[in-house]
């Protein structure tokens, strides 16, 4: 697990599901964002991320987080495209939005994915109030880790 303090570079994506408009990281300033990167074809994923995410989406709605599915496809691109995504969205019934991270131009690694340094799926992103990453992790992580950060930074500004 890595902390690291620093802005939160744009998201790169081809397209959204889940969601009537784009979203934006510099649009969701004033929120917690937390961004569950995974693939379809991926069992660390499907098992675990992305309950944790659902989890984290249904205890935390209305305070001020926001939680975005972003699909970075590294392998199998071509079982693994828009149309296959919507069925496993509905499928998973999952309810928050999701990006489809766009591809590299030059190779197979995404362009959000290669931004963030990631180096696999399921990682979890957190980004503050401020739009600074301060949790990028790879793998699972701990439920109760994952809900003490998100509440600290819920309270880190919050009047006393």
Same mark, same amino acid.
């Given at each position: 697990?890595?902390?690291?303090?620093?802005?939160?570079?744009?998201?790169?994506?081809?397209?959204?599901?889940?969601?009537?408009?784009?979203?934006?990281?510099?649009?969701? #300033?004033?929120?917690? %964002?937390?961004? +569950?990167? *995974?693939?379809?074809?991926? &069992?660390?994923?499907?098992?675990?991320?992305?309950?944790?995410?659902?989890?984290?989406?249904?205890?935390?709605?209305?305070?001020?987080?926001?939680?975005?599915?972003?699909?970075?496809?590294?392998?199998?691109?071509?079982?693994?495209?828009? #149309?296959?995504?919507? %069925?496993?969205? +509905?499928? *998973?019934?999952?309810?928050? &939005?999701?990006?489809?991270?766009?591809?590299?131009?030059?190779?197979?690694?995404?362009?959000?994915?290669?931004?963030?340094?990631?180096?696999?799926?399921?990682?979890?992103?957190?980004?503050?109030?401020?739009?600074?990453?301060?949790?990028?992790?790879?793998?699972?992580?701990?439920?109760?880790?994952?809900?003490?950060?998100?509440?600290?930074?819920?309270?880190?500004?919050?009047?006393?």
């Amino acid at each position: 697990m890595s902390f690291l303090n620093k802005k939160a570079p744009p998201l790169e994506v081809s397209d959204w599901l889940n969601t009537k408009t784009p979203l934006t990281l510099a649009e969701l #300033k004033g929120q917690v %964002v937390v961004v +569950h990167t *995974f693939q379809m074809l991926c &069992p660390g994923c499907v098992m675990h991320g992305t309950q944790q995410a659902k989890t984290i989406y249904e205890n935390f709605a209305g305070k001020d987080v926001q939680v975005i599915g972003l699909h970075t496809v590294f392998e199998h691109h071509e079982v693994m495209d828009k #149309k296959a995504l919507e %069925v496993f969205i +509905h499928e *998973f019934k999952i309810p928050f &939005p999701v990006a489809i991270d766009k591809p590299s131009k030059s190779g197979t690694i995404p362009m959000t994915m290669e931004k963030y340094q990631l180096r696999g799926t399921p990682s979890m992103l957190i980004i503050d109030k401020a739009g600074s990453l301060v949790l990028s992790h790879f793998g699972q992580i701990n439920d109760m880790q994952i809900g003490a950060i998100i509440g600290q930074l819920l309270m880190a500004d919050a009047p006393r």
